[in-house]
């Protein structure tokens, strides 16, 4: 007995300082970069400063206000629409919304590009039914600014639609109620009660699809638009200079910080709760005539443009060049690309009970803080992390390359710095977050004294986790390993600036090819992406329209 009661009492000893030390290898990338604000600026910085920082902001700016309008009009509107409305085909939409969610956007920006350009099917169709040239009509350009913020709005609008239903669905009748009994019409209702009471879920909705754009590189890059991204990528590589790169992936860094403080500061004092816990089935609203046809189209429109449209088109191509791009080596891209995403997932959500489980038994500040900390990974874009993840790694190969050389004659070569781990590492950093949020929120809803039980029966820390808590929360574990598996499947900056050499993914050969201007040659890969994407996407859908207390 007393050798077991060490063992757990060395495992606990061990615990706190394992969470610590995970927490600060994955903050490494952040701090790496923040780190260059203080570096001595140099010429190409000085070029930056002086020509086409301004251009960054501005765009960025531009794209974030045109995707949080394109978002918060489409999620806000469909969610209130099949949460308490009735009309034709609402149990469709109720789901089928959510099925953008798994195309990225470079892809429906590629797809997009191929169907409307000046080349493309639809402007070709129109010059050889009227006989015009190419200066007799106009046709919007799809390669700009506003052609970026409609790709991001359709593709990304999910985000605030499952939050905003969620939100919606779980909202008291009660309160709703009172409103009506108050003179409020359904619409002054929606305005005044249910929009403040679902404002945090919208809010966090929005956040997850401003960082998306901000994180976003293929659409940008492809469409031509200069940002942050494609400028870091652009000095990175064109210029050869990754002290400038990793300037302004600080000051992108900053950028998203100030957006997370910006959305705190706007909430300031203002909290809303639900006035009670009684549960019934919400208010169903019969809408009729031009109402029921107008809520058709608002649901439809956004499904046709964000997957409808897209998925068709992916399909035809992908039936055209199915003969000589399905090969082996599609394969074994396809192979590459479930080999990371399903090992991202699984070190991501085993990490993630490490430290949340961490936190559960040292709830102390210094813990709770670094938890936070890697938490904000997901906040940061994929080739700000890229970039903090191959400068100390570049450094730490450097330094033991010198050191083999001078004491053992021959060099070690490129030991982190592209390799597998590399990209791992970038992975978990940036989708760690991820799993600590799913497997924080099915933790807590765990109560303490099943701990105290179990620890009064002499398990140790890692018994109680693997042997009460887990068997209670698969459905949130699960979760998380679905939602990392399908970001990981979809990212591309981190991959395209870290992989090994002679390494694809299905996302970097999409893009590749997209670059090349062989759209219909990129669609095999993309429409793979998709495909893998859509059965997580309706199992989420599923379990928020179950999701109502009570039902």
């Known amino acids: 007995m007393k ?76 969610a209130w629409l099949t949460s308490v409305c009735l009309f034709p085909g609402k149990k469709l939409f109720s789901w089928a919304l959510l099925l953008p969610l798994a195309f990225p956007a470079y892809i429906i920006a590629y797809t997009y590009t191929g169907m409307f350009d000046f080349a493309g099917p639809v402007q070709s169709w129109i010059r050889a039914s009227t006989g015009w040239g190419a200066h007799d009509y106009y046709f919007p350009e799809v390669r700009s600014l506003g052609g970026a913020v409609t790709m991001f709005s359709l593709v990304l609008y999910p985000y605030v639609y499952l939050l905003a239903r969620a939100a919606f669905l779980e909202q008291s009748i009660c309160v709703l109620e009172v409103s009506r009994t108050l003179g409020c019409s359904v619409w002054s209702s929606f305005y005044r009660v249910a929009l403040p009471l679902a404002r945090p879920a919208i809010v966090a909705g929005l956040s997850l699809a401003l960082m998306e754009t901000l994180a976003d590189y293929g659409t940008v890059a492809y469409f031509g638009l200069g940002v942050f991204t494609t400028g870091i990528f652009r000095t990175w590589f064109g210029l050869g200079d990754g002290a400038a790169a990793a300037k302004l992936a600080a000051i992108l860094l900053a950028f998203v910080f100030t957006l997370i403080v910006i959305e705190r500061w706007s909430r300031r004092r203002a909290r809303y709760h639900h006035a009670t816990y009684r549960y019934r089935s919400l208010p169903q609203y019969r809408l009729r005539g031009w109402r029921a046809f107008f809520a058709f189209c608002a649901c439809f429109v956004p499904l046709a443009l964000g997957f409808l449209l897209p998925a068709w088109q992916l399909a035809l191509w992908a039936l055209e060049t199915y003969d000589y791009m399905v090969d082996a080596s599609f394969l074994q891209l396809t192979l590459n690309s479930l080999e990371l995403a399903t090992s991202a997932a699984l070190l991501a959500v085993l990490l993630a009970l490490f430290m949340v489980y961490g936190k559960r038994l040292f709830d102390s500040k210094t813990v709770n803080a670094s938890i936070r ?105 699960l979760t998380a390993l679905l939602i990392v598996f399908v970001d990981v499947m979809k990212e591309l900056p981190a991959t395209l600036i870290l992989r090994p050499f002679n390494f694809n993914t299905l996302a970097v050969r999409a893009f590749e090819l997209a670059s090349d201007e062989r759209l219909a040659d990129s669609s095999t890969a993309a429409l793979m992406i998709v495909a893998v994407g859509l059965g997580p996407v309706i199992l989420l859908s599923r379990s928020i329209t179950a999701s109502r207390a009570g039902s």
């Open 373 to 477: 900390i890697v938490a904000t990974g997901y906040a940061v874009p994929g080739t700000v992390i890229a970039v903090g993840v191959i400068i100390p790694f570049a450094w730490f190969d450097n330094s033991i390359d010198t050191l083999m050389r001078e004491h053992y004659g021959f060099s070690s070569g490129l030991l982190l710095s592209g390799s597998l781990i590399a990209v791992m590492f970038a992975y978990m950093v940036r989708f760690l977050a991820v799993s600590i949020q799913a497997v924080e929120s099915g933790l807590s809803n765990i109560k303490p004294s099943m701990d105290d039980a179990a620890r009064s029966l002499a398990h140790a820390p890692g018994q109680v986790l693997m042997r009460v808590h887990l068997p209670l929360m698969k459905g949130t574990v």
């Open 3 to 78: 050798s077991v009661s060490a063992n757990q009492s060395l495992l606990s000893g061990l615990w706190k300082p394992g969470v610590l030390l995970v927490a600060c290898l994955f903050s490494l990338p952040i701090f790496t970069v923040a780190s260059f604000v203080l570096h001595p600026a140099n010429d190409v910085w000085q070029h930056l400063l002086d020509n086409l920082l301004g251009e960054y902001l501005l765009n960025s700016a531009l794209l974030m206000i045109g995707v949080a309008v394109g978002t918060l009009v489409i999620g806000v509107g469909c």
